[in-house]
């Protein structure tokens, strides 16, 4: 089964974005690869 992120994650994963954290950063933060954020980051947008 594959790991999904709940919405906790996605709503920090958005914050930080429009903080101004590059996807590395945030990814380092929450334990979550970068290709990963950006792929929600794209989503969002």
């Known amino acids: 089964m594959?790991?999904?992120?709940?919405l906790?994650?996605?709503k920090?994963?958005?914050t930080l974005h429009?903080?101004?954290l590059s996807n590395?950063?945030?990814?380092s933060m929450l334990s979550i690869?970068?290709?990963t954020i950006n792929?929600?980051?794209h989503?969002?947008?």
């Open 43 to 45: 989503l969002f947008n």
């Open 18 to 20: 429009l903080d101004g």
């Open 8 to 10: 906790m994650d996605l």
């Open 24 to 27: 590395r950063k945030i990814g």
């Open 12 to 14: 920090q994963i958005l």
């Open 2 to 6: 594959a790991n999904t992120l709940d």
């Open 33 to 35: 690869h970068r290709n």
């Open 39 to 41: 792929g929600y980051v």
